[in-house]
T-cell receptor, first 115, second 116 residues
Framework: AQSVTQLDSQVPVFEEAPVELRCNYS??????LFWYVQYPNQGLQLLLK??????LVKGINGFEAEFNKSQTSFHLRKPSVHISDTAEYFC?????????????FGAGTRLAVHP | EPEVTQTPSHQVTQMGQEVILRCVPI?????FYWYRQILGQKVEFLVS????????KSEIFDDQFSVERPDGSNFTLKIRSTKLEDSAMYFC??????????????FGPGTRLLVL
């Protein structure tokens, strides 16, 4: 069975500091990887995704993530955060095998950016 | 930019009542999904729907749940007899039929359901 572990439930950081939100997954088959963001009282918005190719993917709002197959990780990074980045961030996987479209989510990491 | 919409944004109901949550997926999308997020917990997959039938469902999606695409634009989730533990945020999502490789799911803003 597939699972997603987000190692930090909360990450406090000061504005303009760099941040890394960690995500590890477990799967016996290849997966596609996603990061979604949920701003307060809003739905889930796609930040970025890894399907294949370059292991470093860039997303919206200056975020990027690196797929590491050997470590089964897909950590999210931003070199300099803003107050507006305060939100909950969800890592998710989807199976590579056709016919299985469901996303499996991690528990989420709450990023709190302080002035 | 096209988006998934959901109504209502909030719903309060009594235990045992039926509720219908509505979603309007992005217009050219062909795959539709429901997920839920119990307060403080993970987002969980409920069901996926394609070509007018359920393509996959989770253990949570028991006989109390049903989905329907009653017309060309709406996608609904019905809970026949709500339980207290059905209280959650319910998200609808949709994706294009670009093949499994490129499919990205776009989520609506959610319906917060409270069962009393």
């Amino acid at each position: 069975a597939q699972s997603v572990t987000q190692l930090d439930s909360q990450v406090p950081v000061f504005e303009e500091a760099p941040v890394e939100l960690r995500c590890n997954y477990s799967s016996s088959v290849s997966v596609y990887l996603f990061w979604y963001v949920q701003y307060p009282n809003q739905g889930l918005q796609l930040l970025l995704k890894y399907l294949s190719g370059s292991t470093l993917v860039k997303g919206i709002n200056g975020f990027e993530a690196e797929f590491n197959k050997s470590q089964t990780s897909f950590h999210l990074r931003k070199p300099s955060v803003h107050i507006s980045d305060t939100a909950e961030y969800f890592c998710a996987v989807r199976l590579f095998s056709g016919g299985y479209n469901k996303l499996i989510f991690g528990a989420g990491t709450r990023l709190a950016v302080h002035p | 930019e096209p988006e998934v919409t959901q109504t209502p944004s909030h719903q309060v109901t009594q235990m045992g009542q039926e509720v219908i949550l509505r979603c309007v997926p992005i217009s050219n999308h062909l795959y539709f999904y429901w997920y839920r997020q119990i307060l403080g917990q993970k987002v969980e997959f409920l069901v996926s729907f394609y070509n007018n039938e359920i393509s996959e469902k989770s253990e949570i999606f028991d006989d109390q749940f049903s989905v329907e695409r009653p017309d060309g634009s709406n996608f609904t989730l019905k809970i026949r007899s709500t339980k207290l533990e059905d209280s959650a945020m319910y998200f609808c999502a949709s994706s294009e039929d670009l093949g499994a490789y490129q499919e990205t799911q776009y989520f609506g803003p959610g319906t917060r359901l409270l069962v009393l």
